[in-house]
């Protein structure tokens, strides 16, 4: 069964420094998305990703986020400047085309600890 | 706007005993509906949607959730549960346009008293 691949699963970064955090959506799917858990919340929006442009964000993808497409088959989320804040779970996921069954698939996720 | 409303963030149930989690929505918009599960340590996997049709929805390990638009609510079951069903559970609601953002509940985690 097709999957969402993320890596790493796990990441610990200083504050202040940039991470990447990667990606690779299932192969037909055109829809693509980040979502983030803080420990103990909710798995909160971030940002959608439609056609090699930004569709929608949230008010917590500031200016030290952005995605990227580069290749076709991954998609990254990168945090520029780490803040202590940053610390959360960070899921990838993508739906399919606009026939499809709308639902969207999630990975693994990659944890990220900002000391 | 929409939004979701997970009532109870703890739930216990004794093994073999019903299952019943409760999710309220609100939505401008008529919705999609769905519960996903999270295994410790793991990602989010669906368990089951509402998009349109049978309000009676069965998913995945013996789930199944009705819709229930005068109530606005879309409450997961299992009639009967099993140790393997311990994890957080969340429900979510997204407008019907499909691939559209999720917004979440704040989640239930379910613990099966043997």
């Known amino acids: 069964e097709p999957e969402v691949t993320q890596t790493p699963s796990h990441q610990v970064t200083q504050m202040g420094q940039e991470v990447i955090l990667r990606c690779v959506p299932i192969s037909n799917h055109l829809y693509f998305y980040w979502y983030r858990q803080i420990l103990g919340q909710k798995v909160e929006f971030l940002v959608s990703f439609y056609n090699n442009e930004i569709s929608e964000k949230s008010e917590i993808f500031d200016d030290q986020f952005s995605v990227e497409r580069p290749d076709g088959s991954n998609f990254t989320l990168k945090i520029r400047s780490t803040k202590l804040e940053d610390s959360a779970m960070y899921f990838c996921a993508s739906s399919g085309p606009r026939t499809g069954t709308f639902e969207a698939f999630f990975g693994q996720g990659t944890r990220l600890t900002v000391v | 706007a929409q939004s979701v409303t997970q009532l109870g963030s703890h739930v216990s149930v004794s093994e073999g005993a019903l299952v019943l989690l409760r999710c309220n929505y609100s939505?401008?918009?008529?919705?999609?509906l769905f519960w996903y599960v999270q295994y410790p340590n793991q990602g989010l996997q669906l368990l089951l949607k509402y998009t349109t049709g049978a309000t009676l929805v069965k998913g995945i390990n013996g789930f199944e959730a009705e819709f229930k638009k005068s109530e606005t609510s879309f409450h997961l079951t299992k009639p009967s549960a099993h140790m393997s069903d311990a994890a957080e559970y969340f429900c979510a609601v997204s407008p019907n346009f499909g691939n559209e953002k999720l917004t979440f509940g704040t989640g239930t985690r379910l613990t099966i008293i043997p």
């Open positions: 939505s401008s918009v008529p919705p999609y």
